[in-house]
C-alpha cells in the first residue's frame, strides 16, 4: 500500500478512503482524562528541578501571588479536551499529576481557550459536502515551585521568580543562586548510571532530533539518574501515541483528515488496533508513580518491553516513509 504525506487534491481523496482514519474527538478526551496525558513546555533558563515524592500535596491557585514567596514559574503544562462537561476539574487534576515531576508543588493561572474545527465529509464531490463542526477546549497553567518544596528553589542556575507587589499583585524578577553561598555542602559529580538504563539512553538519543529536540544536549552525554530515563521516556511517548502524538493526532488528523470518514476501512482496523495503544498508556501510567528509588529497577525489570515499545510504536522520523517501516503499521495497517 502506497502512503505519501503530500499529494494532490484527486490523490489525496483516494488516500482518505485506503488508510488510517479514527474520530479522536472523544478519544482524546478520555486518554487526557484516563492516562493523565499532558504536555509541558519548560521556560527558558529555567533550572531542571527534582522530581517531588509521590504524594506530595500540588495547590492549585489563581495567581502566583497566592502562593509562598518566592516561587519559580518552572513552565506550561497543556491539555485539550473535546467535551465541556467539568473540564476545569479535569484539567486541574490531570496537572496535579503532572506537576511534580517537574519539580512543581503548585499550579496557577489555569486559562482554556476554545478552537472550533470544521471539516467536510464527502471529499470527492465538495458540493454535496457536510460541514462536520467540532469544538476542542485547550487548557493551560503555569508549573510553579515554591520555596516551600522541598529542596527550595536551590537548583544551580537563574529562575524566573514572582513576587509580588502592591501595584500588580506579581511581578516576575530574575532571581540567581537563591541559596545563600555555604548553606549546602558541595556535592561530588554525579555519576553515569549503568547496565540496561545506560544502554536505553542510548536508544533514546536516536530520537532527539525528530522528537526529543529539549534533551539533544543532556541525551548527548551519560545518563546520570534512571528518574531521567523515565522522564525522556515519558516525554517520546506523549509524543507518539499520547492523544496529540504521531498515531492518534498527525497520521488520522493532520494527514488523513479521519474524523471525516470514521468508516473507512483504515479506520476500523485501527479500531481493532486499540488494544494495543491501550496497553502502552498502562505502560506510561505505571511510569508515572515511580520514585528515584523503584526507577531503576522498574527499567531493569521492563527492558525488554520499552524496547518493544520503540522497535514497534516509534517511527525515526514523524514522516510517512518511516511510519511505514514500524511492526504497528505492519501488524493492523499494511
Same mark, same amino acid.
Given at each position: 500500500?502506497?502512503?505519501?504525506?503530500?499529494?494532490?487534491?484527486?490523490?489525496?481523496?483516494?488516500?482518505?478512503?485506503?488508510?488510517?482514519?479514527?474520530?479522536?474527538?472523544?478519544? *482524546?478526551?478520555?486518554?487526557?482524562?484516563?492516562?493523565?496525558? *499532558?504536555?509541558? /513546555?519548560?521556560?527558558?533558563?529555567? =533550572?531542571?528541578?527534582?522530581?517531588?515524592?509521590?504524594?506530595?500535596?500540588?495547590?492549585?491557585?489563581?495567581?502566583?501571588?497566592?502562593?509562598?514567596?518566592?516561587? #519559580?514559574?518552572?513552565?506550561?503544562?497543556?491539555?485539550?479536551?473535546?467535551? *465541556?462537561?467539568?473540564?476545569?476539574?479535569?484539567?486541574?487534576?490531570?496537572?496535579?499529576?503532572?506537576?511534580?515531576?517537574?519539580?512543581?508543588?503548585? /499550579?496557577?493561572?489555569? $486559562?482554556?481557550?476554545?478552537? &472550533?474545527?470544521?471539516?467536510? @465529509?464527502?471529499?470527492?464531490?465538495?458540493?454535496? #459536502?457536510? =460541514?462536520?463542526?467540532?469544538?476542542?477546549?485547550?487548557?493551560?497553567?503555569?508549573?510553579?515551585?515554591?520555596?516551600? #518544596?522541598?529542596?527550595?528553589?536551590?537548583?544551580?542556575?537563574?529562575? $524566573?521568580?514572582?513576587?509580588? $507587589?502592591?501595584?500588580?499583585?506579581?511581578?516576575?524578577?530574575?532571581? &540567581?543562586?537563591? /541559596?545563600?553561598?555555604?548553606?549546602?555542602?558541595?556535592?561530588?559529580?554525579?555519576?553515569?548510571?549503568?547496565?540496561?538504563?545506560?544502554?536505553?539512553?542510548?536508544?533514546?538519543?536516536?530520537?532527539?532530533?525528530?522528537?526529543?529536540?529539549?534533551?539533544?544536549?543532556?541525551?548527548?552525554?551519560? @545518563?546520570?539518574?534512571?528518574?531521567?530515563?523515565?522522564?525522556?521516556?515519558?516525554?517520546?511517548?506523549?509524543?507518539?501515541?499520547?492523544?496529540?502524538?504521531?498515531?492518534?493526532? &498527525?497520521?488520522?488528523?493532520?494527514?488523513?483528515?479521519?474524523?471525516?470518514?470514521?468508516?473507512?476501512?483504515?479506520?476500523?482496523?485501527?479500531?481493532?488496533?486499540?488494544?494495543?495503544?491501550? @496497553?502502552?498508556?498502562?505502560?506510561?501510567?505505571?511510569?508515572?508513580?515511580?520514585? @528515584?528509588?523503584?526507577?531503576?529497577?522498574?527499567?531493569? #525489570?521492563?527492558?525488554?518491553?520499552?524496547?518493544?515499545?520503540?522497535? $514497534?510504536?516509534?517511527?525515526?522520523?514523524?514522516?510517512? &516513509?518511516?511510519?511505514?517501516?514500524?511492526?504497528?503499521?505492519?501488524?493492523?495497517?499494511?
Amino acid at each position: 500500500m502506497r502512503f505519501i504525506e503530500t499529494a494532490s487534491a484527486p490523490s489525496f481523496a483516494r488516500l482518505r478512503s485506503r488508510y488510517v482514519r479514527l474520530a479522536l474527538a472523544g478519544l *482524546a478526551a478520555s486518554l487526557a482524562v484516563g492516562c493523565g496525558n *499532558a504536555n509541558f /513546555v519548560r521556560n527558558d533558563g529555567v =533550572p531542571t528541578y527534582k522530581r517531588l515524592p509521590p504524594g506530595y500535596e500540588i495547590k492549585v491557585v489563581d495567581t502566583t501571588a497566592d502562593l509562598p514567596q518566592p516561587n #519559580a514559574v518552572v513552565g506550561t503544562l497543556k491539555v485539550s479536551f473535546s467535551s *465541556a462537561d467539568e473540564q476545569r476539574d479535569k484539567a486541574a487534576a490531570i496537572f496535579k499529576q503532572h506537576a511534580p515531576h517537574y519539580g512543581c508543588d503548585a /499550579v496557577s493561572g489555569m $486559562t482554556v481557550k476554545a478552537e &472550533t474545527r470544521s471539516q467536510t @465529509a464527502g471529499v470527492q464531490n465538495k458540493k454535496d #459536502a457536510k =460541514p462536520i463542526v467540532t469544538t476542542v477546549f485547550h487548557w493551560q497553567g503555569q508549573c510553579v515551585r515554591t520555596a516551600e #518544596a522541598p529542596g527550595g528553589l536551590g537548583a544551580i542556575g537563574p529562575a $524566573t521568580v514572582v513576587q509580588p $507587589t502592591p501595584a500588580n499583585g506579581g511581578v516576575t524578577q530574575p532571581l &540567581t543562586n537563591p /541559596v545563600p553561598v555555604g548553606t549546602e555542602a558541595p556535592a561530588d559529580a554525579p555519576k553515569p548510571i549503568g547496565g540496561r538504563a545506560q544502554e536505553l539512553w542510548g536508544r533514546l538519543g536516536v530520537y532527539a532530533p525528530a522528537y526529543l529536540q529539549k534533551w539533544r544536549e543532556p541525551l548527548s552525554k551519560p @545518563a546520570t539518574s534512571h528518574v531521567e530515563v523515565i522522564e525522556v521516556l515519558v516525554e517520546l511517548m506523549v509524543q507518539v501515541t499520547g492523544p496529540t502524538g504521531f498515531w492518534r493526532n &498527525t497520521v488520522p488528523n493532520q494527514w488523513m483528515g479521519c474524523q471525516s470518514d470514521p468508516k473507512a476501512e483504515g479506520c476500523v482496523k485501527l479500531a481493532k488496533a486499540k488494544k494495543d495503544l491501550d @496497553a502502552w498508556d498502562r505502560m506510561f501510567q505505571q511510569m508515572g508513580q515511580l520514585t @528515584a528509588a523503584t526507577a531503576g529497577p522498574w527499567l531493569n #525489570a521492563n527492558h525488554g518491553r520499552v524496547l518493544e515499545y520503540l522497535d $514497534t510504536m516509534v517511527p525515526e522520523t514523524p514522516s510517512s &516513509t518511516a511510519m511505514m517501516q514500524t511492526k504497528f503499521f505492519e501488524k493492523h495497517l499494511k
